[in-house]
């Protein structure tokens, strides 16, 4: 355990890249071999704009990470946040720590981002790929990544989170987002079963159905508990699922890195099947 948070408390930024393209090219390649749905589409065609999005991600969050370091030296300094009042051993303040990290910097955010019209037009950029696979992970605007940057700070001030809690929890979450992502075919029982603790693809691809109100379940990014836990969790035959969003038909558009940097900007158009603003519990 001490390792672990040694390597975490020191991990070279180099490493962090490598977790990330590592991950893509696993599961990419993953997706060669036992794919969900045999899509219609030209794989590296597809991905551009998606790493696109994940290169303004990345700059976004290199950016801004002096905030983030200020904001978890401030907490152990000051022995604020959840952990620190704690006291538990090693392990138990890892897990605890990753998971409420997981709660308020990724569903509360994502929970949220679905409940605002103004967020929403920006997390909208994600939704409207056609074709889910792992490099829809990060297909972030770069407005949602500077949104989802604030609400990881506000965690981390929450948990009272030294750096290696961080850095485990943001190499866990790269790694699971591109798994649960991912256009890969496990069988339903070890789906089912992990579903149970993480976020199961099945599980995930619920969420990236085109229509209301399966849009706004399954908000889970690491932990599938805190879906169970607030009511959000739901499950779809994957054969019923078309991803998207069902006012944003236009797969030329929602392949267009300027048109979808301009989107949020644009007029909001509401749900096919609900009236008004769509994007509130059915
Ligand atoms: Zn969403």
Redesign the pocket.
Known sequence: MESIINYFETIPSSHRSLILIGGITFFWLLEYGVPLFKFDYKKFKHAWPNIFFTLTTIVINFGLAAILFFTSEWVVNHNFGIVQWLELPLWATALVGVAILDLVGAYTA?WV??RTKFLWMF?LI??TDNHVDTTTANRHHPGESVIRFLFTCVAVFIVGAPVWMIMLYQSLSVVLSQFNHANIKMPKWVDNAISWVIVSPDMHKV?HHNLLPY?DTN?GNIFSIWDRLFGTFAKMRNEDIVYGVDSYPDINDNSNIGKLLKLPFQGYRPPTNAPGFGHKKQ
């Open positions: 994502h981002e679905h997390h994600h939704h969420h849009t908000y």
